[in-house]
C-alpha cells in the first residue's frame, strides 16, 4: 500500500509541474466549451489511448515551445495547429485542457504531442497510466524512454520505479543514474527537488 501511495503522489508530481492537476475555478467559458465538443464528437485525429507512448514516440525529438499558459486565449488555434502537426500546441492544448477537466481529450492531445515528437507529452501521458496493473509496464517504459530524451521528469518517475522496484525490478546503481538526469532546469525545479529526495533514500 505504501508502494501504491507513493507511486501515485509522484504521478500527481508529474501533473501539477506543469500545472496539470488542478480543476480551476476560472477556467475560460471557450475551453470549457472546445472540451464538450471535442467529448462529444472526438475529432477523428486523435489517436486512440490504447497505444502506449513508448510505441509513438519517433525517432528524432522535436524541441518544445511549451511555455505556461501558451493557448490560454486561443485554444482553438492551438488545436487546430496541433491537428496540422504542431506538437508544442498539442502539448499546450492538453495542458490548458487538463486544467479545466481530466479527460481522455486531453490524454489523447498528449499521445499525439509525444507521436510528434514532444518527450513530455510522453511522460504526461504515461504518468497517467501508472495507476493500473495493465498499464505500468508501458510507463515504465515510456520514462525510461524519455528519460533518454532528457525529460526531467521521465528520468524522475523512473528512477522512482528503480528504487523501489515498482513494475521492474529494484537497480539502485541505473537509478542513481538515471536520477542524475533530473536536474537540468535548475534545483528548484520539481522534478529535481523530487529526484534529490530519492537519492537520500538511497544514501546519496
Not at 17 to 31: I, K, V
Not at 118 to 123: D, E, F, I, L, P
Not at 134 to 153: H, K
Amino acid at each position: 500500500m505504501v508502494h501504491h501511495a507513493v507511486r501515485f503522489a509522484f504521478a500527481a508530481l508529474v501533473l501539477a509541474s506543469t500545472g496539470l492537476d488542478a480543476l480551476s475555478a476560472n477556467a475560460d467559458d471557450d475551453a470549457k466549451a472546445l472540451l464538450d465538443s471535442m467529448q462529444a464528437t472526438r475529432p477523428d485525429w486523435l489517436p486512440s489511448l490504447d497505444k502506449c507512448p513508448a510505441d509513438v514516440m519517433p525517432a528524432g525529438e522535436t524541441k518544445s515551445g511549451f511555455y505556461e499558459g501558451r493557448c490560454e486565449g486561443n485554444l482553438k488555434e492551438c488545436l487546430s495547429h496541433c491537428q496540422n502537426g504542431d506538437g508544442s500546441d498539442c502539448y499546450a492544448s492538453a495542458v490548458a485542457l487538463q486544467k479545466v477537466k481530466n479527460s481522455p481529450v486531453s490524454e489523447a492531445l498528449f499521445l499525439r504531442a509525444c507521436a510528434l515528437g514532444v518527450a513530455s507529452g510522453c511522460t504526461n501521458r504515461a504518468a497517467s497510466m501508472v495507476s493500473g496493473h495493465d498499464g505500468e509496464p508501458c510507463a515504465i517504459r515510456t520514462f525510461a524512454a524519455a528519460c533518454d530524451r532528457l525529460d526531467p521528469w521521465a528520468c524522475t518517475m523512473f528512477g522512482f520505479h528503480l528504487v523501489r522496484g515498482i513494475g521492474i525490478g529494484k537497480d539502485h546503481e541505473r537509478a542513481r543514474q538515471v536520477l542524475s538526469k533530473s536536474c537540468q532546469h535548475g534545483e528548484t525545479d520539481e522534478a529535481c527537488r523530487a529526484a534529490r529526495a530519492l537519492m537520500k533514500e538511497l544514501g546519496d
